[in-house]
């Protein structure tokens, strides 16, 4: 077997491996680099291999960093199965098609301010492209071995183990020949009250290991605490928390440590709203796979019991003029896509 790093190397995003075995090839991930502008400007370069020279591609999971650029694969010529467990596929379902509308808006954008250097400008995919490619999803179980081979010539086993981190992430375990390569994905802390734990156990001869935080310690505090303090400091003020927030995942965490919150009687029962249409498809998505998540059953319905979701453009710019106190999650428009 031959691996062949296409990105996330020398930076954290662009997460893409190629592995060869006989006449097979397959990639495991297929991220968007995400970041500063050269960083971006990689994702119009060609492909380092012809897409319809891919036979499979393998998903550790939904954030754009490692599933961003499939879009794109399919639309230049790839045919083949992306093999991925369940939450992946729906989670998927919601940020790609969400990645195509946001390059959409952003080419619409600079064609209408005029400061692109293409006439006209043109976006990277479209949603339409993004809806598209969910066609060739192929679902897989947990820990279960499922065997692909291109016309039985190099034949690929693999599985998938939790990984913490996001509903559906995986590391995925790869045999071809007489050799292992374990793929790590992104790794969940452990800590997470949310996600379950990464369940590593399994075997490799060898281990591709993501590093996005390698190189520092996360902090020892409480994030509920923090919360805690921030609104109660903001409530005294009688001002508006607004908390910025990615749509799939983060936000469900923060809602999470505020039904805590409120639960224990911590926080003064202000109104909650989640000022995003996408993160709200998030919850259901997470509904629909509560057995990957530590909560008891029950629990997760209540951590939107009083949450108001906002879905239209008209609530949303009406909440902007709120001066009550209120909590607002705010996913779209401040910080787009997921990462
Ligand atoms: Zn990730």
């Given at each position: 077997?031959?691996?062949?790093?296409?990105?996330?190397?020398?930076?954290?995003?662009?997460?893409?491996f190629?592995l060869?075995?006989?006449?097979?090839?397959v990639l495991v991930d297929c991220?968007?680099?995400?970041?500063?502008?050269?960083?971006?400007?990689?994702?119009?370069?060609?492909?380092?291999?012809?897409?319809?020279?891919i036979?499979a591609v393998l998903l550790t999971?939904?954030?754009?960093?490692h599933?961003?650029?499939?879009?794109?694969?399919?639309?230049?010529?790839?045919?083949g199965p992306i093999f991925a467990t369940?939450?992946t596929?729906?989670?998927?379902?919601?940020?790609?098609?969400?990645?195509?509308?946001?390059?959409?808006?952003?080419?619409?954008?600079?064609?209408?301010?005029?400061?692109?250097?293409?006439?006209?400008?043109?976006?990277?995919?479209?949603?339409?492209?993004?809806?598209?490619?969910?066609?060739?999803?192929k679902?897989v179980?947990?820990?279960?071995?499922t065997?692909f081979?291109?016309?039985?010539?190099?034949?690929f086993?693999f599985e998938f183990?939790?990984?913490?981190?996001?509903?559906?992430?995986a590391s995925v375990v790869v045999?071809?020949?007489?050799?292992?390569?374990?793929f790590?994905g992104?790794?969940?802390?452990?800590?997470?009250?949310?996600?379950?734990?990464?369940?590593?156990?399994?075997?490799?001869?060898?281990?591709?290991?993501?590093?996005?935080?390698?190189?520092?310690?996360?902090?020892?505090?409480?994030?509920?605490?923090?919360?805690?303090?921030?609104?109660?400091?903001?409530?005294?003020?009688?001002?508006?928390?607004?908390?910025?927030?990615?749509?799939?995942?983060?936000?469900?965490?923060?809602?999470?440590?505020?039904?805590?919150?409120?639960?224990?009687?911590?926080?003064?029962?202000?109104?909650?709203?989640?000022?995003?249409?996408?993160?709200?498809?998030?919850?259901?998505?997470?509904?629909?796979?509560?057995?990957?998540?530590?909560?008891?059953?029950?629990?997760?319905?209540?951590?939107?019991?009083?949450?108001?979701?906002?879905?239209?453009?008209?609530?949303?710019?009406?909440?902007?003029?709120?001066?009550?106190?209120?909590?607002?999650?705010?996913?779209?428009?401040?910080?787009?896509?997921?990462?």
């Open positions: 077997m031959k691996i062949q790093f296409l990105g996330a190397s020398q930076t954290v995003t662009g997460s893409r190629l060869k075995h006989g006449a097979t090839t991220g968007l680099f995400q970041g500063f502008k050269n960083l971006r400007l990689r994702n119009w370069a060609e492909f380092p291999i012809a897409p319809e020279k036979d999971h939904a954030h754009l960093d599933s961003g650029y499939i879009p794109l694969l399919v639309k230049r010529g790839f045919r369940r939450a596929i729906d989670l998927c379902g919601i940020l790609l098609p969400d990645s195509g509308f946001l390059q959409e808006e952003e080419a619409r954008l600079a064609n209408k301010r005029g400061y692109s250097k293409h006439h006209p400008a043109l976006p990277l995919y479209t949603a339409e492209d993004a809806k598209h490619s969910l066609d060739s999803f679902e179980s947990w820990k279960t071995s065997t081979t291109r016309n039985g010539a190099g034949r086993e183990h939790a990984a913490g981190h996001l509903l559906g992430a045999r071809a020949g007489s050799s292992s390569v374990a790590s992104d790794v969940g802390r452990v800590s997470d009250p949310l996600i379950r734990d990464p369940q590593p156990n399994f075997a490799a001869d060898h281990l591709i290991i993501e590093s996005t935080y390698g190189n520092r310690r996360h902090p020892e505090t409480d994030p509920e605490e923090e919360i805690r303090e921030i609104v109660l400091q903001t409530h005294a003020k009688g001002g508006v928390l607004l908390v910025p927030s990615f749509a799939v995942g983060r936000a469900q965490l923060v809602l999470y440590y505020l039904h805590r919150l409120r639960r224990r009687q911590a926080i003064p029962r202000l109104p909650i709203y989640l000022n995003s249409p996408m993160a709200a498809q998030a919850n259901r998505a997470f509904a629909a796979h509560a057995s990957e998540l530590k909560l008891a059953p029950g629990e997760l319905a209540s951590i939107w019991e009083n949450v108001h979701i906002v879905s239209s453009s008209e609530e949303s710019k009406a909440l902007s003029e709120k001066t009550d106190p209120a909590i607002i999650i705010a996913a779209s428009g401040m910080a787009t896509g997921a990462f």
